[in-house]
């Protein structure tokens, strides 16, 4: 029988490894087969995918009405295309809010059938109970401090997270019992770059930074925003390494122009 080890992806402790290296971890979201090839031949440390799934594939105006279904089908596309990325796969709302087993008993699933190989879900202190529950059963999780969309109706609008001392000190002491827990990583979204600076000194898993300065130890963007594929509004944090929204719509009316004028199909895309 053959030992050969067939997993070719990163692990959760090749990323752990990076912060005590210094390398910066690079994360980007991915949504289906085609982006997920593009990203993982690119080297990409991390794809995530994410619930702005809800926002940026099925035209929601929140991540609120992601179902696990939705979110299984779009982890197995991205997962059939990654040999070299780690894949973390996010629970959408109300997937482990509800009680621990099914937390844990969904987090399985996107491992189970979607080859996954981490989960990510949102919350402080008062999720540390189900992440020790999942991280003990053999389920990596990425934690999530700081502007959580999930709960944007309490929050109130998608604003910068912990600039208030108190607020401050209980992301760090949030983070701190998440890696207690057993998180091999956190993301920190919308916060102040000194308050990221702190905690990512205060703990020993790496921190995942969006709109949270340069000093985590790795960044993650929504890959539509890198890609600037919307022409509607972009938060301050979203650097657009291209345009291709107008792009798309440069080649889909070249197109339709040629079609109307008879000129595509030419003779070389044509049978003899
Ligand atoms: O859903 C998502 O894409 C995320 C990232 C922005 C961190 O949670």
Redesign the pocket.
């Known amino acids: 029988m053959s030992t050969q080890n067939k997993i070719t992806r990163k692990t959760t402790a090749d990323i752990k490894k990076m912060k005590v290296s210094g390398e910066k971890i690079t994360v980007l979201?991915a949504y289906d087969y085609a982006m997920s090839s593009i990203l993982d031949e690119c080297n990409i440390d991390i794809i995530?995918v994410?619930?702005?799934l809800g926002n940026v594939v099925l035209g929601y105006d929140t991540?609120l009405p992601v179902t696990m279904e939705d979110m299984l089908h779009h982890t197995k596309a991205v997962s059939r295309a990654a040999k070299n990325a780690l894949i973390v796969a996010?629970m959408p709302f109300l997937s482990y809010q509800v009680s621990t087993k099914e937390a844990f008993s969904n987090a399985g699933r996107f491992l189970k059938e979607a080859d996954a190989q981490a989960i990510k879900l949102e919350g402080g202190r008062d999720f540390a109970e189900i992440v020790r529950k999942i991280t003990s059963s053999g389920i990596p999780v990425m934690a999530?401090l700081g502007l959580t969309p999930q709960s944007i109706h309490q929050i109130g609008g998608y604003k910068v997270q912990g600039k208030k001392d108190e607020d401050a000190h209980r992301i760090i002491e949030d983070a701190k019992i998440l890696e207690q827990a057993g998180a091999f990583s956190i993301?920190l979204?919308c916060v102040p770059e000194a308050l990221a600076s702190e905690v990512t000194k205060s703990i020993s898993i790496p921190t995942i930074g969006?709109g949270a300065g340069v000093h985590c130890d790795g960044q993650?963007l929504?890959i539509n925003d890198l890609l600037g594929m919307s022409e509607r509004f972009t938060p301050k944090f979203v650097k657009k390494y291209a345009n291709l929204n107008s792009e798309i719509k440069k080649a889909v009316k070249n197109y339709i122009g040629e079609v109307k004028n008879g000129n595509f199909p030419d003779s070389e895309h044509s049978f003899k």
Do not use: A, F
Request: glycine share 8%; charged share 25%.
């Open positions: 979201t995530l994410g619930d702005s991540t996010d999530h993301v979204e969006i993650v929504v």
